[in-house]
Nanobody
Framework: QVQLVESGGGLAQAGGSLRLSCAAS????????MGWFRQAPGKEREFVAA????????AYADSVKGRFTISRDNSKNTVYLQMNSLKFEDTAVYLC??????????????WGLGTQVTVSS
């Protein structure tokens, strides 16, 4: 059974940083692409970043490019999202997902429950 558990969310000031982690179990993590998505109240879930199985390829939404960095440690079955220069509009529940290396939400087949990130302006 695939399980994805996010952690590291919380309250940050605008301009600050947070590092999210997603611990995976129940599948061959090192062969799976992973993604981070976010969902703000009243809005649709949106793509944030993706990383391929080896970590050699990454992709970002334009809104976070240059501020966020996705990475993974296959020895720890964990994917990370380093978020710098946070903005108020980054406030959302952040979810990690396992699937294909893509920005398309429907191509991800397993999801975590999410971790709340709140940025104060």
């Amino acid at each position: 059974q695939v399980q994805l558990v996010e952690s590291g969310g919380g309250l940050a000031q605008a301009g600050g940083s947070l590092r999210l982690s997603c611990a995976a179990s129940g599948h061959t993590f090192s062969s799976s692409a992973m993604g981070w998505f976010r969902q703000a109240p009243g809005k649709e879930r949106e793509f944030v970043a993706a990383i391929n199985w080896s970590g050699a390829r990454t992709a970002y939404a334009d809104s976070v490019k240059g501020r966020f960095t996705i990475s993974r440690d296959n020895s720890k079955n964990t994917v990370y999202l380093q978020m710098n220069s946070l903005k108020f509009e980054d406030t959302a529940v952040y979810l990690c997902a396992k699937g294909k290396y893509t920005y398309i939400t429907s191509e991800y087949d397993y999801w975590g429950l999410g971790t709340q990130v709140t940025v104060s302006s």
